[in-house]
C-alpha cells in the first residue's frame, strides 16, 4: 500500500489547519490597555498567551520588574509587583499585580513574551481625589433674585469634571463656569454657578475623576424669600373677592329688609285699623278724660305700642313726631273725637298715630 497526499485529503487539511493555528498562537492579548485607578490602590492586568510560551516578562515605568517562567516561580523587583496564573495549571493567562499604585507607576506597562509573540503596552493613569467645598454655606435670597454659588475643588488629579444639582436634578451646564489651574502635581478648580432663585432648594457640587466610582459632593441649601408683592396681589384679590361678597349680602340685605318692613306696614295698617276700631269704642265707654294708654310722647327712647320697634323706623320720624302734640291740641280743641293720624316721613313711609282724648 503506497501513500499519497492526493488519496488522502483529510490529512491535508489537517495539516493546513495545525499550520494555521500554530501562526495564531504565536499572538498574545493583553487586558486591560487603559486603566485608571485612584492612587494607593491595587490594579491588575492579564495576559492571554496562546500556545507554549515560555517566560514572559513586565515592565513599569521603564524598568523590567517582574519576570514569569512558564515552569517555574515568579521573579519579582519589589513587593510592590506579583504574578500567577489565573487559574491553578492554565498558563495560557496570567494576571500582574501593581499594589499600592502610586502616580510613580503611572505611564506604560509592557508584557513582553519571548519568542515570536513580540510585546504589548497598556496606559496606567493614577488619579487622585481631593476635596469639594461649596463657600459661603447656606444662602438666603428674596425670590427673582440671581444668587451665585462658587465650588472649590482642592487637589485631584488630573482635572475633574464638575457638575452641579438642584435637588438631584442635574443643572443645565450653561448656568455655570468652572476653571482650572495646577498647583503642583495637582489641580484646583472653581466653579460658578449663576441662576434666578425660584424656591427653596438643595444645591450640590459634584466633582469626579474616571477611577472615582462615587463622585464627591457638597452641598448647600438656598433658601428663598417669597417676594412681598406676591402677598398684597393675593390680600389684594381675596380683599376684592371679599368685599364683593360683602357688597351682594348687603344688597340682599337691604331687599330684604325692604320686603319685610312692606309686609310689617300692610299689616301694621290692618292692625291700626282694627283698633281704631276698639279703641273707638272703649273710648265712648270710658268717662276719664285722658290720653289713650297707646300713646306715648315722642323723641323718649322707649318705645311703644309694639308695632313702632323698629327702631330705624322710629328714629326716621323723630323731627315730624314732634308736631304731634300741635295736632293734640288742635284735637283738643275740637270735638274730642279719637282722630288716626296719617304723616308721611322722609323715606316714603307712612306713619299712623293713633290718639284718643276724651
Ligand atoms: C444648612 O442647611 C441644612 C439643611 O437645611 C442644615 O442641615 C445645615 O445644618 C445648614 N448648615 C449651616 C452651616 O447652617
Ligand atoms: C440648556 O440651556 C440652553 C439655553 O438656555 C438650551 O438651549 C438647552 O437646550 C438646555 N439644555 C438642557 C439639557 O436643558
Ligand atoms: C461663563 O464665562 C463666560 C465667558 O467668560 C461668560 O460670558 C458667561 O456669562 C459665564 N457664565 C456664567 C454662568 O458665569
Ligand atoms: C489650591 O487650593 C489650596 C487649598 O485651598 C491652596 O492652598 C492652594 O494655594 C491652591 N492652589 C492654587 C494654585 O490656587
Known amino acids: 500500500m503506497t501513500f499519497s497526499w492526493e488519496s488522502q485529503p483529510m490529512l491535508l487539511h489537517i495539516c493546513l489547519f495545525l499550520c494555521t493555528t500554530g501562526v495564531v498562537s504565536r499572538q498574545f492579548q493583553l487586558q486591560p490597555l487603559n486603566p485608571a485607578v485612584l492612587q494607593g490602590s491595587d490594579v491588575q492586568f492579564r495576559a492571554t498567551v496562546e500556545g507554549n510560551w515560555q517566560i514572559m516578562t513586565w515592565d513599569v515605568g521603564g524598568l523590567l520588574v517582574l519576570t514569569v517562567p512558564v515552569d517555574s516561580n515568579v521573579t519579582s523587583s519589589s513587593r510592590q509587583f506579583s504574578a500567577g496564573f489565573c487559574s491553578v495549571g492554565n498558563s495560557s493567562c496570567v494576571e500582574f499585580t501593581i499594589h ?194 297707646g300713646f306715648e310722647p315722642d323723641g323718649q327712647t322707649s318705645v311703644a305700642p309694639s308695632e313702632l320697634t323698629d327702631s330705624g323706623f322710629y328714629q326716621a320720624n323723630g323731627p315730624i313726631a314732634h308736631e304731634m302734640p300741635d295736632i293734640i291740641n288742635s284735637d283738643q280743641t275740637g270735638n274730642g273725637y279719637n282722630s288716626a293720624q296719617h304723616t308721611l316721613d322722609g323715606t316714603g313711609f307712612r306713619k299712623h298715630r293713633h290718639v284718643t282724648i276724651v
Not at 472649590?152 to 468652572?178: C, E, M, R
Not at 438643595?202 to 463622585?215: F, G, I
Open 100 to 293: 499600592n499604585v502610586s502616580r510613580r507607576d503611572a505611564g506604560p506597562v509592557i508584557c513582553a513574551v519571548q519568542g515570536d509573540y513580540g510585546d504589548k503596552t497598556a496606559q496606567l493613569n493614577v488619579q487622585e481625589s481631593g476635596t469639594v467645598n461649596i463657600l459661603g454655606g447656606n444662602v438666603t435670597v428674596d425670590q427673582d433674585q440671581q444668587v451665585e454659588f462658587q465650588c472649590v475643588t482642592t487637589a485631584w488629579f488630573p482635572i475633574p469634571t464638575v457638575s452641579w444639582t438642584q435637588d438631584s436634578h442635574a443643572i443645565n451646564s450653561t448656568l455655570y463656569n468652572t476653571s482650572s489651574m495646577a498647583d503642583g502635581d495637582y489641580f484646583n478648580s472653581t466653579s460658578v454657578l449663576k441662576f434666578q432663585a425660584v424656591k427653596n432648594t438643595m444645591v450640590e457640587c459634584w466633582a469626579t475623576v474616571a477611577a472615582l466610582t462615587n463622585p464627591q459632593s457638597s452641598s448647600v441649601s438656598l433658601v428663598v424669600v417669597p417676594k412681598p408683592t406676591d402677598w398684597t396681589v393675593l390680600i389684594a384679590v381675596v380683599v376684592s373677592f371679599g368685599g364683593a361678597a360683602l357688597l351682594v349680602l348687603l344688597i340682599l340685605g337691604i331687599i330684604f329688609c325692604y320686603k319685610c318692613r312692606k309686609e310689617k306696614q300692610s299689616n301694621y295698617q290692618d292692625e291700626i285699623s282694627r283698633r281704631v276700631w276698639t279703641q273707638s269704642q272703649i273710648s265712648t265707654v270710658s268717662a276719664a278724660g285722658q290720653a289713650n294708654a
